[in-house]
Nanobody, 123 residues
């Protein structure tokens, strides 16, 4: 019903910026809460940022507050994550996720996932 495809990952030096995009398809996209998660080698998948279906509510992990911004454009079926002041500890595979019921910090609250895009921050 919903397919998600991430793009925009890459290699960047510490202090730099990247913008990740998630392209969604599906007739009910606008009714889904959306989120970004990340997973580094040897670590559990962790919540990064979430946004309600209307865009009126956003939520960020403490580790990225003030540096990352999540946004969505329902008319274009896209969700973005602007990442500024990147740190080596931000290195991970970043995943886009969709939830029918709301924003959750746990991965099992989401119904659909993208394939992930690699972000590597060098020091």
């Amino acid at each position: 019903q919903v397919q998600l495809v991430e793009s925009g990952g890459g290699l960047v030096q510490a202090g730099g910026s990247l913008r990740l995009s998630c392209a969604a398809s599906g007739h009910t996209f606008s009714s889904y809460a959306m989120a970004w998660f990340r997973q580094a080698p040897g670590k559990e998948r962790e919540f990064v940022a979430g946004i309600s279906w209307s865009g009126g509510n956003t939520y960020y992990a403490d580790s990225v507050k003030g540096r990352f911004t999540i946004s969505r454009d329902n008319a274009k079926n896209t969700v973005s994550l602007q990442m500024n002041s990147l740190k080596p500890e931000d290195t991970a595979v970043y995943y886009c996720a969709a939830s029918r019921s709301g924003i959750y910090v746990k991965p099992d609250g989401y119904d659909y996932w993208g394939q992930g895009t690699q972000v590597t921050v060098s020091s």
